[in-house]
Nanobody, 115 residues
Framework: QVQLVESGGGLVQPGGSLRLSCAAS????????MGWYRQAPGKERELVARISSGGGTDYGDSVKGRFTISRDNAKNTMYLQMNSLKPEDTAVYYCNSDWRGVNVWGKGTLVTVSA
């Protein structure tokens, strides 16, 4: 059974950077589409970025050009490099694994962008 653990969240000033990590257990990581989603208070969960098993990526419109998703299959880990952070990026960031339609979620890590 896949388990996902996010790390790297915290408080950062506007314009700053953070790197989130998602460590996955299990043997299907390299076969899975992995994604980062976020949910701000009072808002619905939204896609931040997604990376396929083959390395193809797509991003939410609000983060294009600022965030970069990547994966290291040897380490069973996915990353999200977040640059030029804005207050509106404040949210709980969740890691997601999708393998053959089976979706697994992490518990989330809080990112707060504030002066």
């Amino acid at each position: 059974q896949v388990q996902l653990v996010e790390s790297g969240g915290g408080l950062v000033q506007p314009g700053g950077s953070l790197r989130l990590s998602c460590a996955a257990s299990g043997s299907v990581f390299r076969l899975s589409t992995m994604g980062w989603y976020r949910q701000a208070p009072g808002k619905e969960r939204e896609l931040v970025a997604r990376i396929s098993s083959g390395g193809g990526t797509d991003y939410g419109d609000s983060v294009k050009g600022r965030f970069t998703i990547s994966r290291d299959n040897a380490k069973n880990t996915m990353y999200l490099q977040m640059n030029s952070l804005k207050p509106e990026d404040t949210a709980v960031y969740y890691c997601n694994s999708d393998w053959r339609g089976v979706n697994v979620w992490g518990k989330g890590t809080l990112v707060t962008v504030s002066a």
